[in-house]
T-cell receptor, first 114, second 106 residues
Framework: DAGVIQSPRHEVTEMGQEVTLRCKPISGHNSLFWYRQTMMRGLELLIYFNNNVPIDDSGMPEDRFSAKMPNASFSTLKIQPSEPRDSAVYFC????????????FGPGTRLTVT | KNEVEQSPQNLTAQEGEFITINCSYSVGISALHWLQQHPGGGIVSLFMLSSGKKKHGRLIATINIQEKHSSLHITASHPRDSAVYICAVSSNQFYFGTGTSLTVIP
């Protein structure tokens, strides 16, 4: 398997623009996680899905952030409108289940909002 | 108060030294995860454990459920072990430590 695939790998955008990050989980995994990592705050869990259903979105910082998982092989994280403080590396991870299963991380998307 | 505390925050060691990174947590958990992140790199899951001890090559992870404590040991450390090591616990939520930055000097 190719592992978790994220696109784009790098994104530079201007403040106010819409940003969409994409993730393809490992085939057969039924849980998907979106994380944000910054120097200041470290690794933060934003939202996670199980069987395409959002389970906990309490980590989503603001209404500007939204995530969808229309099917088992694809998820998006959207920021609209983007702000400079959204600049971070966004990781997607997938696993065979929730709490007691190993997570496999994608390579991340480095987002810069100017 | 953080649900997961790691120590030390930073660690420098000479090549060949035995290294220990500690993780304490305050919540009930289903599992504890040790993650590794190289500078500028992605995140790799090293271990997931809910009891006892696991070993993979030069890496050993232990957990004491009663004491709510886990340790990650690296034997015969090597410069390529230089990375940030993150402890995370999962229950009905996920909690992360702030990471331990390890530098192994040749």
């Amino acid at each position: 398997d190719a592992g978790v695939i994220q696109s784009p790998r790098h994104e530079v955008t201007e403040m106010g623009q819409e940003v969409t990050l994409r993730c393809k989980p490992i085939s057969g995994h039924n849980s998907l996680f979106w994380y944000r990592q910054t120097m200041m705050r470290g690794l933060e869990l934003l939202i996670y899905f199980n069987n395409n259903v959002p389970i906990d979105d309490s980590g989503m910082p603001e209404d500007r952030f939204s995530a969808k998982m229309p099917n088992a092989s694809f998820s998006t994280l959207k920021i609209q409108p983007s702000e400079p403080r959204d600049s971070a590396v966004y990781f997607c991870a997938s696993s065979l289940g929730l709490a007691a299963y190993e997570q496999y991380f994608g390579p991340g998307t480095r987002l810069t909002v100017t | 108060k953080n649900e997961v505390e790691q120590s030390p925050q930073n660690l420098t060691a000479q090549e060949g030294e035995f290294i220990t990174i500690n993780c304490s947590y305050s919540v009930g958990i289903s599992a504890l995860h040790w993650l590794q992140q190289h500078p500028g790199g992605g995140i790799v899951s090293l271990f997931m454990l809910s009891s006892g001890k696991k070993k993979h090559g030069r890496l050993i992870a232990t957990i004491n459920i009663q004491e709510k404590h886990s340790s990650l040991h690296i034997t015969a450390s090597h410069p390529r072990d230089s990375a940030v090591y993150i402890c995370a616990v999962s229950s009905n939520q996920f909690y992360f430590g702030t990471g331990t930055s390890l530098t192994v000097i040749p």
